[in-house]
Structure formats: structure tokens, C-alpha cells
DNA sequence: TATGAATGAGTCTTCATTCAT
DNA sequence: AATGAATGAAGACTCATTCAT
């Protein structure tokens, strides 16, 4: 009845644990084989090879992110700010849902073995936040930074906590997330 | 008299690049020997092996940030805001002083190829920064979030900035770096 | 009432096709499963093994080629000119009858993987045809060449021409036939 | 003062008595290093993969073998039979300078791993027999077949006999050549 | 009986490291 | 001191074979 076999997904999050921990290079099929408790020929049944993995999976966590964003924001038209808020909100559940996959898609975004499609993925993800941006700073409320600094800074800080969070650097309290939104939300908008 | 001889120079600025460029472990060594025009074999005489370049290359480069941070608050006692400047200011000038070097920091500080030496300095590096955040708390200055979420969000920020600059994603102008300086500032600061 | 299940004849025939054509090794059991229409588990039921499957292929065919060269010259005692071409026409018919087989064995004939048995059968073959060139030698109307000699100039030479017709170099007509039993004969027969 | 290197010498007649008897895909890089007294990642410094190796070995041999039936017939201008001598001569000091190669030749010139480089070697090499027998043809002194059918029979002949000396199922004497020499003539000239 | 998912032994190949020159 | 040829351990990947269904 399961739509994805239970050894693919196996593989998927023991592969995005180590690529997470590890990276793509460090992380061996064998070592995700052992991981996943499956046979290393098994990897092979269910992905091309090493590169596809990543590559599927890093393509299905950055859309499943840009989901998690839109769909908050989605449903609503209050202002500006409850808009920025949903967008966090979105954040924080993904990263809930799927521990170490924003780890992983920071370490990962840059890596010579990403196809084109994923570079895509990414960018649609990028674009979003842009044009929520752009829209900000029509609005006058989004300082006046080139988008890509928004962005840096929003999700470099974003991922930087997170990964602090999964090291135990730090621990998740809804104290620390409402502070968190509120020094982003800062760092992005015109001061009044 | 040169205490570091030219073909160790060589060496060290060309694994710095490459790590920066493809990661530790897609760099070869042969790729190393080849970009510092050395024999493959040279690179054995000046360092142990090739975990031992990294983590010289690791530590010598944190140590060098933590210097440049340092050096600009040394030397004076104005306001904390312009600790913060200072410091600000010194993390630019390090990345203009050693292009890719904040990257190589950034994409290996998680490396488990790090020795506990190498970890140390980056620890010490955080720390430095910490102290500083935990005396703009006590004044009342700064957000009362946990140091290491400001941290993360200082430098978070920075390196995903620096990156988009290498990378050629946005361009280095002073009103750039005046913005991004403003934002961070807002992003760690009590708002009045 | 069949006696041989028609999945073991697919295997079979898919077998000769894809060992003719590519060889043992290069020939996987997926191959052949999918070429025949059957699970790849199923070949194991029919064969113990690859090399199983080689085998029995091989020694069907060594067998059947021999009674085609012997079924030509049994019912008859004309004169030996005659019993050549009748061996000769056996050869024929069987390359007619079993497309691509002349090639599997051929090209299989000194494989590693053969057992006792299938060195037996072709020896057997061999051994056939050598007593023919004896008791043409006893009659002086055969070279006075090794026996060797002699099989090696009708295999080699049938073989290479059959293998020629397969692969389309060469176009199958009665009178390509003709001619090259002639030249054979020529190459074995005492010149008068 | 030697042009090509100790080892790569090695790896190649290695490679080539291997090849020959075992073939292509049965023959283990591991396996060739070992015959070659070398270590497996040697290998890889002279030959980029394992079908670049077989590659080579087939070009530089068939190339060898052209000159050495080339090289009898350029220097004299007697009658069409003595041509033949000299090309059957060349071919016998081809075998003799180089044991086991006309094996491997004849076992591989139809492998899938064959570049188009070195299928036109081959074709080269049949090209000048066919040129040789056309002009026999011409002269009325070689049968009416097919040129592709007279190169069959005297290449698959001599290959095969050959390969029945080499491994040990007939002795290489003079009088054996002579007379396979003079069957093979028998086969392809027009008898008077 | 038939299947094909699963396995892991065995390939090819790369690359950190050594060492003779 | 400097080199780069040589090595072999280790990784990605394939495929004969098994076995639960």
C-alpha cells in the first residue's frame, strides 16, 4: 500500500543524515548502505548512482522548503510583517519536519555534483523569498539591500542557528524562535 | 631569511583556493602539486599529510580572523557601537586581505577532519566574539538571546554574504558593507 | 506432452543469440531473462548455473552440427569427393537451421568455462572429421598435412566465412556456396 | 635510453598473453598487474582505462602485422605466386616475432570495446589482402570469389592453425608451413 | 511454477603517500 | 631539497545468484 518502498526511504534519510554530518564526498555508498540496513547493491535498484541521490535528494528538500514557505503565506493578506512571519513559520516547520535537511541543503547547495534541475530548485526557492522582498521594498518597509544580501542574510542566519540547534549548540525553545524572527525581522526592515 | 620558504607559501595558497573552490575532499593532492607548480611528492616535506595542510590551513586563517577582529578593538574605548564597527570593520578587512579565505572557514569549520587544535581556534574565535556580545548584554545594548544564536546570525550573515561576493552573485561596494553593517547591527542590537 | 518446457527454449534461444553476439562475459543474465520474456530467477530453475547454461548450449549445438556431418555421409558410399560434400552440405544445413550458433561455438570453443564434457563433445566432432581426412589421406586423395592442420583450414575457414554471411559482409547464394567448397577442397585434396 | 618505459612494456605483453588466452572481459586489471609484476594503479599511469589498453595493444599489433605482409611484397616484382610467398612469409614472422598476438587479434576484432581507430587498423589490413587478391583477380590467377570470402578462408585458416600450434595441438615446422602454404594457394588460386 | 527485489562478492578505478633518483 | 613514478588500499558500481511471495 505505500507508495514509496520502505527501502527507498531508507536509503533517502539515512543518506541525508550522512551527507548532512559528513558531506557528499565523505559519505560512502557503503556507509549509507549500512545506515539504511540494506545491501549496497540495493542503493542501485532505487538510484542511478551517488550523484542522482543527492541530487533527488536534495531536489525533493528544497521543494518541499519552498512549500512549507509558500503555504504559509499562501492562505492569508494581512500585512507585511504577518506575511514575513509566516514565512519563519514556514522555516521552522520544515526544519521540525526534517531535521538535518536544512543542514544538509546549505552544505550542498554549492556542490559541483548538483545538476542543472537542481540548481533550478534552488533558485525557484531563492526567487521566492526575492520577490517577497522586492514587494517589501515597493512597500517601503524592507531596507534598501540588493535581494541577494536579504536573502544571505535570512538564510545564513536562519541555517546558522539551525545548525546550531542540531549540535546541541543551542536548544529549540519557542523563546529563542520568537527572538530569532525578531532580530531577522530587524535585520531586513526599515527601521521606523 | 625567509622564515617561510616560497614553495610552502605556494602550497598553502593553493589549497586555499581549491578547498574553498571544491571542498576538501574533492581536492587532490596532485591537484594541490600541480596549481602551487610543485612536485606532488614537495608537498610531504612541508607537511605531514594532507589532513595536516587543512588543519595548518584552518588554523592559521581563524587565527588570522580573530586577529583582525581583535586588532580593531585593541586600540580603543569609544561607545560599544563602535566596538561593533570596529569589529565589523575587521571582519572586512580579512576577507579583502585573504580572498576565499572566509569561505574555506565556513564550508570546513564542521570538517571531521579537524583536530581538537583546529577546533580550538574556531572555538576561541566564537569566543572572542561572545564576550563581546555578553558585555553589550550587560549594558543593555545588545538582545538578550543566547550568545551563540547571535553568533550564528553574525556570522551566519557575513560568510553568506562574503560567498555571494566571491561568487560573484553581488558586488563589493562600501555602501554594500555600510548596508549589510546597519542590518546586522539591528539584527543584534535592542531596539530603542 | 511437449518435452522440453517452452521457457527453457527461450532461455535457450535467447542464450545463442546474446553469447554469439557479445560473448560470454558480456552477457548478463538480466540480458537474457528480459530477451527470453522471463524473471530472472526463472533461468535457475531450467540451469544450475551461467556456466551451466553455456555448457548444455554448447554441447547441443557441438552435438547437432556433428549429426548433421554425419547424417550426410551415413547413408551413402559413393566416392570420397562426395562424402566432402556431403560433410560439406551438413555444415551448411546446420548454419541454415541454427542461425548464429556456428558463431556461439566458435567463438566459445576455448572459453574457461567449459567443462570436461563440452571439451569431450567438440573433441568428438574433431575427431569425427579427422578420421574422414585419414581415410582420405589412406587413399591419397587428401594432403599429407597433421590432421590439425586439416580441421583448422575447413573450421577456420567455414567459420570466418560464416561469420562474415551473419554479420552481412558476405551474402549467402548457392553459388558463393559452391565456390567455396571448391576452394576448400582444393586447399585439402592432393592436387592431381 | 629506452623510449617506452620497462613497465609499460610489461603491462602490454602482460596484457596481450591474457587477453589472448582468457579475453577481454575475463581477464582483471588485478590479473594483468600481477603478470606485469606491477601494482594495479600502474597501470592506469600508461593506459587511461582497461579498453584504451586493449585498444592500444590491438592497433599497435595489427599495424604490426600489416607491415610485416607489407614489407615481403614491396621489395621484389616476380610473379603473383611469389607475392603470395611473401605475404604467407610475412604473416609466418609476424607469429614468430610475436607469440600468441594473431590470437589475440582474431579473438578481439570484433569486441564492442573496439574503437573506430582501431577497427580501421583492421580494416587497413584486410583492405591491402583484398587489393593483393583483386589484381590476382585481374591476372586470372585467383578464383572468382568474393574478395571478403577469400580473405575468410585464408585468415581464418591461418589464425586457426596457428592457434592449434600455440596451443600445442600441432608443431611448428617448415614443412608444416610449406604445406599449409601450398593448400591455401590451392584454395584461393584458380586452379590450371 | 514463476518472479524480481535484495544481496554482497568482485570489478574497475582513483588518489594519498612513499621512495629511489 | 625536490621530484614524480610506483603503489595498494578503498570507493563506486555491476551482476550472478538467492529466496520470499
Given at each position: ?7 527507498q526511504k531508507?536509503?533517502f534519510?539515512a ?6 554530518e559528513?558531506?557528499f564526498?565523505?559519505t560512502t555508498m ?5 545506515n ?5 547493491g540495493?542503493?542501485?535498484r ?17 521543494n518541499?522548503?519552498?512549500?512549507c514557505?509558500?503555504s504559509g503565506l499562501?492562505?492569508?493578506r494581512d500585512?507585511?510583517?504577518?506575511g ?14 526534517h ?5 544538509f541543503i546549505?552544505?550542498?547547495s554549492q ?5 542543472e534541475e ?5 533558485q525557484k ?7 517577497f522582498?522586492?514587494?517589501g521594498?515597493?512597500q517601503?518597509v ?19 542557528v539551525y545548525?546550531?540547534?542540531?549540535n ?9 524562535l520568537t527572538?530569532?524572527?525578531e532580530?531577522l525581522?530587524?535585520?531586513?526592515s526599515?527601521?521606523?
Open positions: 500500500m505505500e507508495s514509496t518502498p520502505t527501502k531508507a536509503i534519510s543518506s541525508l543524515l550522512l551527507f548532512a559528513r558531506g564526498d565523505a557503503p556507509m549509507i548502505a549500512e539504511a540496513k540494506v545491501g549496497a540495493t542503493i542501485y532505487y538510484f542511478k548512482n551517488k550523484e542522482s541521490l543527492v541530487n533527488e535528494l536534495f531536489q525533493q528538500h528544497v518541499e522548503f519552498l512549500q514557505i509558500e499562501a492562505n492569508e500585512g507585511y510583517r504577518d514575513f512571519h509566516h514565512i519563519f513559520e514556514g522555516m521552522v516547520t520544515f526544519t521540525k519536519n531535521p538535518r535537511a536544512l543542514g546549505k552544505t550542498h556542490g559541483a555534483f548538483l545538476t537542481s540548481r533550478l530548485a534552488y526557492l531563492v526567487e521566492f523569498v526575492c520577490t522582498f522586492r514587494e521594498q515597493k517601503g524592507i531596507r534598501n539591500l540588493p535581494e541577494n544580501a536579504l536573502i544571505a542574510i535570512l538564510f545564513g542566519s536562519f541555517m546558522e545548525e546550531m540547534i542540531e546541541n549548540y543551542l536548544s529549540l525553545t519557542d523563546e529563542l527572538g530569532v524572527e532580530s525581522w530587524a535585520a531586513l526599515r527601521q521606523s
